[in-house]
């Protein structure tokens, strides 16, 4: 009888702790966390560098490339991909003007729903490339991109960065616009 007394109270003091209490959230894993300072990431042998949120996880890619690193924190990502060109790369305003004209066609194929928010011609300084920014899914899922396409150094160093169509705006703003304009890319050292 006393045995029963104490398992009854052990079970009544249980149901007590529960009772009331709120049931635990699970952690969000899908907002993008705060970007922390930017951090130099430098591919020298390939003459490609940028700058990386240091709070964001960073994939080295394969050794045999093009995808260079792959930074991610919730449901953004932050693509580096670098493709050897042996063809003239595009450097007049005409030539930049057919590339973009290419890659949007190119997207377009791959993603039927894709749409075309803006587009830009980079050519300041030694920088001569194409800017897309869209609205499309990638495996399926809804993603709004920032893709910058780079042509120097005998390459096409692309620069895709995307999240949700709900977090594209803050992400881009925070991170994707500065990660951007840090992209250089120059001759490979031999």
């Given at each position: ?6 398992l009854g109270i052990v079970a009544a003091a249980l149901v007590a702790a529960g009772c009331g209490s709120e049931p635990q959230r699970p952690p969000d894993v899908g ?45 953004a990502t932050i693509a580096l991909w670098r493709y050897p060109r042996t063809e003239p790369l595009p450097t007049t305003r005409s030539d930049l003007e057919a590339t ?91």
């Open positions: 009888m006393r045995r029963t007394s104490i907002t993008p966390g705060p970007p922390g300072p930017l951090l130099p990431l430098t591919f020298g042998s390939l003459g490609v560098s940028l700058e990386i949120p240091g709070e964001w996880k960073l994939e080295q890619g394969p050794a045999e490339g093009p995808l260079l690193a792959k930074i991610t924190s919730g449901r973009r004209d290419s890659l949007v066609a190119a997207v377009k194929t791959r993603d039927p729903e894709y749409s075309v928010t803006s587009t830009r011609i980079l050519r300041n300084g030694s920088r001569r490339g194409v800017e897309l920014i869209g609205t499309g899914s990638n495996s399926g899922f809804p993603r709004r991109a920032r893709s910058v396409h780079l042509f120097a150094g005998g390459a096409e160093v692309v620069l895709d960065q995307y999240a949700t169509p709900e977090q594209f705006a803050t992400v881009d703003g925070d991170v994707f616009r500065d990660v951007a304009r840090s992209l250089r890319v120059r001759q490979p050292s031999a």
